[in-house]
Nanobody, 122 residues
Framework: QVQLVESGGGLVQAGDSLRLSCVASGRAFSYYNVGWFRQVPGKDREFVAVTTWSGGSRYADSVKGRFTISRDNAKNTVYLQMNSLKPEDTAVYYC????????????????WGQGTQVTVSS
């Protein structure tokens, strides 16, 4: 069982940066893969980035080169550094955890945070 809480969202201008944090509580956080997803009203939740227990990572093409995912298992925290933000990055961002192999499918994640709003003005 893992509980996740996201923070760090806000209202920024295009070109600005934000760092989102996902703090976990519960057992064995270091054994979980943790992903970031985002969603806008009326659309499906989409993959953003994921980091694995082994240190691997993968990014959606739309954010590759701008976003960086990292984790600090000692602090039970996963970060998403978002640079060069664009209006199309506006969404509610969620972190999620799974114990199985790396996945970019939101349906494969068992534990979810409440989400944090990111709004990028043009």
């Amino acid at each position: 069982q893992v509980q996740l809480v996201e923070s760090g969202g806000g209202l920024v201008q295009a070109g600005d940066s934000l760092r989102l944090s996902c703090v976990a509580s519960g057992r064995a956080f270091s054994y979980y893969n943790v992903g970031w997803f985002r969603q806008v009203p009326g659309k499906d939740r989409e993959f953003v980035a994921v980091t694995t227990w082994s240190g691997g990572s993968r990014y959606a093409d739309s954010v590759k080169g701008r976003f960086t995912i990292s984790r600090d298992n000692a602090k039970n925290t996963v970060y998403l550094q978002m640079n060069s933000l664009k209006p199309e990055d506006t969404a509610v961002y969620y972190c999620a955890a799974r114990g199985a192999a790396l996945s970019t499918d939101p349906g494969g994640y068992a534990y979810w945070g409440q989400g944090t709003q990111v709004t990028v003005s043009s």
